[in-house]
């Protein structure tokens, strides 16, 4: 599986964004993708992630009730919609397929076997 993240940008606090990670290779439909980000001087950390039918999702606290996990298999795309924007979601925003067939959403990076380049998202005050 191969991964291409974008839809990164600047926008002004409060604004929205709405992220894509394009995956290539047939057995997208049945990874568990998940969204982390890292901003600069700190870890990489867990945003949100999906199941493979996309019936499970799952948030990091920060961002429950601003952001909004989904995918579209046909289209191999999954998509992070991210609403009232703040300074502290400025980061590097990584997609990522946990190839493992389980119906689990994982938190930790461990278990992505597959990650995408990056994009960037800005936040400004």
């Known amino acids: 599986v191969q991964l291409q993240a974008s839809g990164g940008g600047l926008v002004q606090a409060g604004g929205s964004l709405r992220l894509s990670c394009a995956a290539s290779?047939?057995?997208?439909?049945?990874?568990?993708v998940g969204w982390f980000r890292q901003a600069p001087g700190k870890e990489r950390e867990f945003v949100a992630g999906?199941?493979?039918?996309?019936?499970?999702?799952l948030y990091t606290d920060s961002v429950k009730g601003r952001v909004t996990i989904s995918r579209d298999n046909a289209e191999r795309t999954v998509f992070l919609q991210m609403n009232s924007l703040k300074p502290d979601d400025t980061a590097v925003y990584y997609c990522?397929?946990?190839?493992?067939?389980?119906?689990?959403?994982?938190?930790?990076?461990?278990?992505?076997?597959?990650w995408g380049q990056g994009t960037l998202v800005t936040v400004s005050s």
């Open positions: 990522a397929a946990d190839s493992t067939v389980s119906g689990f959403v994982p938190r930790s990076e461990k278990y992505y076997d597959y």
């Open positions: 999906i199941s493979s039918g996309g019936t499970v999702t």
């Open positions: 290779g047939r057995t997208f439909s049945g990874c568990a």
